[in-house]
């Protein structure tokens, strides 16, 4: 890359955490005082947590740069070292020219002062004159769609009108340097939508340079030219959207269940293995309204029948779809022990474009359950953007958990030895 057109340079980055563990309560008024006595300032363990380790990378100026990776990767850590609101534990980092960050919902704004004062507010925090904002002002409120309310304090808006309007004031204050995280999402599809476009100009015609986070793989395609993905705070991939995307998807029909936080002690019908396949290709990157299938290995050692259901959450842990317990069993006739593969063809629900978590669960109704995985298999789903194919995929809360319907579940054996639970 040449030096001479680089905006941001990072080099071993590290952004280290000190994380407390609270010690065992105390449950009589005689040992908090003994506790007390043995240790003043209270019995706490404190460990290292290393959210950015050693991480380094350029970008050059006009680049849109995408950053993506899971939960907890270190993906808005990174953005708030960049964007000077945490400082790094080590590390370099170099940035040439304004920066405007929106990371999330009000960083930047006051929330006493109405929409028209931190108009004016975040561009002097930007170090644009008064009369460069005044150029900007129409253009920033007909983008918002805000303008009845500019006179209102910010602290009434919505968190919708807040993104618009804070997305506003960042494109159009002219920074050299455009930072946006999965913000983003908190708008409806058409406003996300406007934004891409945004962005798009900023980069293209204005030859700004962006980075841009999220977890939407069809805007990050479309919107960027090159892309890094954060793994447990490292750079695990660098290169085109494509390379790096095949990078995090991995391969998707192999999940170390050995690892898995059961909430029980497995028994009976334990789960081995579990992936994606769409048109018969193993996936982690799923499309709404399309037609998938579960794949599950199942570890059978039981002298009743069984049942199967499986659970599917969003990133928040809010149950979205479900297959009910007993829609699914493993045969009305005792299998014989060994493991057994099942193929569940399902129609996928509308779901919002996003990170997901299965929770499957094993049991024989109305006795016992068997086993029980919460975070068994991770995966995305991409909707398409209104407009593309006239779609518009915002999950409705007010519908509560769907139900999936199952189009045909097949069985086979795979082997007959035994593997312990």
Same mark, same amino acid.
């Given at each position: ?19 407390? %563990? ?11 005082? *003994? ?5 003043? #300032? ?39 070292? *960049? ?18 960050? *929106? ?5 930047? /704004? ?17 170090? #644009? ?42 494109? %159009? ?17 058409? /406003? ?19 980075? /841009? ?76 309204? %399309? ?35 007993? *829609?699914?069993?493993?045969?009305? %006739? ?44 991770? /995966? ?42």
């Amino acid at each position: 890359m040449s030096s001479s057109n680089r905006v941001i340079s990072v080099r071993d980055l590290v952004k280290e955490y000190r994380i407390a %563990h609270q010690g065992d309560r105390p449950s009589t008024l005689a040992e908090a005082v *003994l506790a007390r006595i043995r240790q003043p #300032m209270g019995a706490t363990n404190r460990e290292s947590f290393r959210a950015l380790d050693e991480v380094s990378f350029d970008v050059q100026e006009g680049e849109v740069l995408g950053v993506i990776g899971r939960n907890g990767a270190g993906k808005s850590t990174l953005l708030k070292v *960049l964007s000077r609101i945490t400082e790094p534990t080590a590390g370099e980092v170099r940035i040439r020219g304004k920066v405007a960050s *929106l990371l999330e919902v009000g960083t930047g /704004f006051h929330p006493e002062l109405t929409g028209r004062e931190n108009i004016f507010l975040n561009g002097s925090i930007l170090g #644009m004159r008064r009369r460069e904002i005044e150029r900007q002002f129409d253009a920033i409120v007909d983008f918002a769609e805000v303008e009845r309310f500019l006179d209102t304090p910010v602290k009434r808006y919505s968190s919708g009108m807040y993104v618009r309007l804070a997305f506003a004031v960042a494109a %159009h204050l002219n920074p050299e340097i455009l930072i946006i995280d999965e913000v983003l999402s908190v708008g409806d599809a058409a /406003f996300q939508e406007k934004c891409l476009g945004k962005m798009q100009g900023v980069s293209r015609e204005q030859g700004r340079t962006v980075l /841009f986070v999220s977890h939407h793989e069809a805007a990050v395609r479309g919107l960027c030219n090159r892309c890094i993905l954060l793994s447990g705070g490292r750079i695990a991939a660098e290169g085109s959207p494509s390379d790096v995307y095949r990078v995090y998807r991995g391969d998707a029909s192999n999940v170390d269940f050995s690892e898995k936080g059961r909430t029980m002690r497995a028994q009976g019908a334990v789960f081995r293995n579990a992936y994606w396949t769409v048109d018969g290709v193993p996936t982690r990157e799923l499309l709404p309204s %399309h037609l998938a299938t579960l794949v599950l290995e199942v570890d059978v050692n039981t002298d009743q029948s069984f049942s199967v259901e499986f659970l599917i959450r969003d990133s928040a842990g809010q149950p979205v779809a479900f297959v009910p317990c007993g *829609l699914i069993y493993g045969y009305t %006739h005792t299998l014989p022990t060994g493991m057994y593969r099942f193929e569940i063809d399902v129609d996928l629900p509308i779901m919002a474009s996003g990170e997901y978590s299965l929770e499957l669960i094993s049991g024989i109704p109305g006795k016992v359950m068997l086993d029980q995985i919460e975070h068994a298999l991770r /995966f995305s789903v991409n909707a398409p953007l209104l407009g593309s194919e006239g779609w518009d995929f915002r999950q409705d809360r007010g519908q509560g958990c769907l139900t999936m319907n199952v189009r045909d579940v097949r069985s086979s054996a795979q082997t007959s030895a035994r593997v312990r639970a």
